[in-house]
């Protein structure tokens, strides 16, 4: 059983974290990190009409998929 990121990236698991709390992000060993947009709602924004959420929520995505295709950074 896995337990943290390094262990999954370990075992050829490539694993981006979506986090507003990088320094938590790093202590877990995620070497792969996008910052979020907030706390409760790393990847939404119920304050903005739904169009523009919805592309905050793309970018946020298209900038972790662009991560995994990355080297991890130990």
Known sequence: MF????ELEKAGIPVVQITSALSIA???GSNRVVLGNGII???G?????LNEEKE???R???KALDALESDAQE
């Open 41 to 43: 709602r790393v990847v």
């Open 3 to 6: 337990r943290t990121p390094s």
């Open 60 to 62: 946020l995505v298209q």
């Open 56 to 58: 905050l929520r793309r």
């Open 45 to 49: 924004a119920p304050n903005l009409p």
């Open 26 to 28: 790093k202590m877990v």
